[in-house]
């Protein structure tokens, strides 16, 4: 029975944002269905086996200050976040499994029908410009760390806001790239501009992905990903997760629709190789997913299209999974092989005054 990894879910924030974090109260626990498009039941029946918990905050108010203090309430806001997820598993156990590397998903995968558990931070604002603190969460359970989302920061260039401040990736990113190959932390650029993205895939030595991106050839918006680009991601031996994000979908968000997304997937197959795609869907990031993908229970739906449209069961699978599977082993290879490398120190500040 073929089962489905996501690559991105946003349900750790609806759960802030609808919940306050409080998941043993009976308004959460008590709902055969919860607001929004994920839960426990649509995922059973959704064969979801895999899912990348981000556990995202939003960028800063001040977003042109990168000074250390804006970003402490994030980091703040970030330790909740993980330890939200680390308290839905634990709450949830015949559900979910907490995995932190690749044998670990396979196990799970091998062993009853709950939903391998990883995470991914959103943006290097959550890191508070810091090596440290990006070690700290590895350790407690983060796998991937998108670069940028709605915002610059010191290291990388995010598609929205448009004006360049590093032209690309700046030596700090470079620094925090090889940190992250190093420990191994999956790079991620989705929300990044088109030179964060050329500048990483040049300089990462391992594969990188796109979490929650789509192709620019079929829909031309800053979020998604030209042909040059994808080629570069094709020699990476990377990833792009295609999104169900109507608006990165179609340009008339309104005519989204399952096709939509066989549409991208098939256009990235037949361009670099199925080996090179995924899904992420971005399930609770946005206010309803396109027409026939309305939530986590329609996965099925997705991968029987998908067939139906002369896509091998060989490739289906590595859409549905093993493609992010095969990253995520990859990664720890890198990781393994510069154990000799020192890890990236902070720049602190005098203990003994100015």
Request: charged share 20%.
């Amino acid at each position: 029975m073929l089962t489905s990894k996501d690559g991105h879910n946003d349900f750790p924030i609806w759960i802030r944002a609808f919940y306050q974090n409080h998941i043993y109260q009976n308004n959460f626990t008590g709902k055969v269905e919860l607001y929004g498009q994920v839960d426990f039941p649509r995922l059973r029946q959704g064969r979801s086996r895999g899912q990348f918990w981000s556990v995202y905050v939003e960028c800063p108010k001040l977003a042109n200050n990168h000074s250390d203090e804006t970003y402490y309430e994030i980091i703040h806001d970030t330790l909740q976040q993980i330890d939200l997820v680390k308290r839905l598993i634990r709450q949830n156990p015949s559900d979910l499994a907490h995995a932190y590397t690749a044998a670990d998903v396979r196990e799970i995968l091998q062993s009853g029908s709950r939903v391998a558990s990883l995470m991914g931070i959103e943006g290097l604002h959550q890191i508070g410009n810091s090596a440290s603190i990006l070690r700290m969460y590895y350790a407690l359970g983060v796998r991937y760390a998108t670069l940028t989302h709605t915002c610059h920061n010191i290291y990388a260039e995010s598609e929205e806001p448009s004006e360049m401040v590093h032209n690309g990736l700046s030596e700090a990113g470079r620094a925090m790239v090889r940190e992250m190959n190093r420990i191994g932390m999956i790079v991620d650029i989705s929300h990044t501009n088109f030179a964060t993205q050329r500048d990483v895939l040049r300089v990462s030595n391992a594969p990188v992905i796109f979490s929650h991106s789509n192709t620019y050839s079929l829909c031309p918006h800053s979020r998604n990903v030209p042909d040059d680009i994808l080629y570069q991601l094709r020699e990476n031996d990377g990833l792009i997760m295609i999104t169900f994000y109507p608006s990165f979908l179609e340009v008339n968000a309104t005519m989204a629709s399952i096709e939509s997304v066989v549409n991208h997937i098939i256009y990235v197959g037949e361009t670099i190789g199925y080996r090179y795609v995924g899904i992420g869907s971005d399930f609770d990031g946005m206010a309803a997913g396109p027409t026939g993908l309305e939530d986590v229970s329609k996965y099925p739906c997705l991968f029987q299209r998908m067939f139906e449209s002369g896509v091998s069961k060989e490739d289906i699978m590595g859409v549905a999974g093993m493609n992010i599977l095969r990253v995520l082993e990859s990664v720890e290879r890198v990781a393994t092989s510069m154990w000799d490398v020192l890890p990236l120190e902070d720049v602190v500040k005098p203990f003994f005054g100015h």
